[in-house]
């Protein structure tokens, strides 16, 4: 199944090769055009036959979470810096896979309960060696790696793996592609680079393609869990329409308008209103003179983590909405 292909490939920032490999394999014979520019983005574009077209931009990022190799110490564990936005506490016990295969178990080097989220530093890897050079045969410091989170279907039509964030934006893009035969507006479909660790594939993509509008398709918060009810966006509740985050105050234009494509269209939505976090929206908004920029957001649980939690349902919505507002016709 290509959504579960999409999670289990190596992406962490920076070494993204894989995922786009993957990607270019499955849209190749449903784009106009194709091709990765220097940092590694894939940049397609899929050309429109309307008389007042626009020039949209829809961004998911192939980058997932992870780690990288600073020291490999005399007994034989590593400790390591993080690649984006990585908890302590939600890596503890957990399994990571380094981009050769070696495996290894993240502990800590004093109780979990007595350190904050962002110690990174007290974290350790523990890869089976018993010295130092035992671990350096099989790893190198500067390596790579990220959680191991097998992709798995639940109940109630939710898949849990990791780094949904962002390969469910990347399914989302690849099966409009799919669905869509002709086009209205001329669509840019772009698989960013290194987006946890500073937004950078889509600040240069977008700087190159100087689109009138931005889309980003990414995650966002499930506020519907025991402990964190402070947000809008619900697992079943339907596409979430993105509003603000910390990054981008989006065009009031295009939200009304996404609302009213998705009203026309009978497709089950909610509004996303975030307290924290960004997406490649806020590097498109920011390009050139300014771009308007919207997003299209899926609810998800323990985002950031090797088990996140997003509802099929939710993502068919995504899929059904992109698909209806990129081939809608927007004043000239």
Do not use: W
Not at 159 to 169: C, E, F, H, N, P
Not at 247 to 255: G, K, P
């Amino acid at each position: 199944m290509l959504l579960e292909e999409l999670t289990q490939t190596f992406g962490v920032s920076g070494y993204e090769k894989g995922v786009a490999e993957l990607i270019v394999k499955n849209i190749q014979n449903n784009v106009d055009e194709i091709r990765t520019d220097t940092l590694g983005n894939v940049i397609t574009l899929k050309k429109g036959n309307g008389d007042c077209k626009k020039n949209i931009m829809v961004v998911s990022h192939m980058d997932e979470i992870g780690f990288s190799v600073m020291k490999i110490t005399d007994e034989g564990f590593l400790k390591v810096k993080k690649m984006g936005g990585i908890s302590a506490h939600t890596s503890y016990m957990n399994r990571i896979r380094f981009k050769n295969g070696v495996g290894g178990v993240i502990g800590c080097s004093e109780k979990i309960e007595k350190i904050e989220a962002a110690d990174i530093h007290k974290l350790y890897v523990d890869i089976g060696a018993g010295f130092k050079k035992d671990a350096e045969a099989l790893i190198k410091v500067g390596e790579p790696a990220c959680y191991v989170g097998e992709y798995q279907r639940l109940a109630g039509n939710c898949v849990t793996a990791k780094a949904l964030d962002d390969r469910i934006g990347c399914y989302i893009l690849i099966e409009t592609l799919r669905k869509s035969a002709k086009f209205y507006n001329d669509v840019y479909f772009v698989f960013s680079v290194q987006e946890e660790v500073g937004l950078v594939g889509a600040t240069t993509a977008s700087s190159r393609l100087n689109p009138d509008i931005g889309i980003a398709v990414d995650i966002t918060g499930a506020f519907d869990t025991p402990d964190n009810r402070d947000g809008s966006a619900v697992l079943g509740g339907g596409a979430a329409i993105k509003v603000v985050d910390n990054l981008v105050i989006c065009d009031e234009y295009l939200v009304a308008e996404m609302a009213s494509c998705a009203q026309s269209n009978h497709i089950a939505y909610q509004m996303d209103v975030l307290a924290g976090g960004g997406t490649d929206a806020g590097a498109i908004n920011k390009s050139n003179y300014g771009v308007k920029s919207g997003g299209i957001s899926i609810p998800t649980r323990y985002g950031h983590s090797p088990h996140a939690i997003v509802n099929m349902d939710d993502v068919n919505a995504c899929i059904e909405l992109l698909s209806a507002f990129v081939n809608r016709e927007f004043s000239c």
